[in-house]
């Protein structure tokens, strides 16, 4: 869930911001970068302490793509306290928080608690009311928060109300599909750059246009040049 919310948030040109711990932020993160999106993470150690030590590979793709950031200087003991502290600063950078799991009590829900004390909006995923790690999504949709299970109940808040349908059919599109239309926002009309900037076949490409064209997301203007509808 994590994974495929950055995935598809990311292509919708939303910067995913998340903290590079093991688990949800690496797979948000992760997310966010296979869609070709802008990622921030919050460290709780000092930048020159990845931790976990297994997301260092993780941490150089996101400096292609984003930003590191820690308000502890290099060198600095790391304590326990300091990854639930950083995230008032997650909060901060966000315009709303998204609570994938979370378990009633854990450093999570001081992200939900950062974010409401700012008056930003708090998106929860439910859960099984028996496992302990929904529990605390549960419990923020029982005090307000706002229920999330796809990445179009986030089109409101970033201001794509008057996009939602097309953006529904951009989500049901194919991978291939979406590639072709996220080259064509980012300027890439013509057959060549488009194909260039998506690594599909020629055959591919024109296949997914055609689907493209019959569904009304693109057009043709002529001479090999494309522009979205």
């Not at 994974?3 to 093991?22: D, M, N, P, R, W």
């Not at 089109?155 to 064509?184: N, T």
Request: hydrophobic residues 40%.
């Amino acid at each position: 869930m994590a994974y495929e919310a950055a995935y598809q948030l990311a292509k919708l040109g939303i910067i995913i911001v998340s903290g590079l711990a093991y688990g949800i932020d690496t797979c948000a993160h992760r997310g966010c970068l296979d869609a070709g999106g802008i990622t921030i993470a919050v460290l709780g150690t000092p930048i020159d302490q990845i931790h976990p030590r297994s997301n260092e590979q993780l941490a150089e793709r996101i400096l292609e793509r984003g930003a590191i950031i820690s308000e502890l200087p290099s060198g600095a003991a790391v304590h326990a306290f300091n990854f639930s502290f950083r995230n008032r600063i997650v909060a901060g950078l966000a315009d709303a928080t998204l609570i994938v799991e979370a378990a009633d009590k854990s450093g999570t829900m001081s992200t939900a608690k950062y974010t409401d004390d700012q008056n930003k909006s708090i998106y929860a995923v439910p859960g099984d009311i028996n496992h302990p790690m929904s529990k605390g999504c549960n419990r923020l949709i029982q005090e307000g928060a706002m229920v999330y299970t796809e990445p179009s109940d986030l089109m409101y808040e970033f201001h794509i109300e008057g996009r939602s349908a097309k953006v529904r059919d951009y989500l049901a599109c194919s991978p291939e599909e979406q590639l072709i239309i996220c080259a064509i926002d980012r300027g890439k009309n013509r057959d060549e750059d488009i194909i260039s900037e998506t690594g599909l076949s020629p055959a591919v490409f024109t296949s997914n246009t055609t689907m493209l064209q019959l569904k009304n997301l693109i057009k043709s203007i002529g001479n090999g040049e494309w522009a979205l509808v």
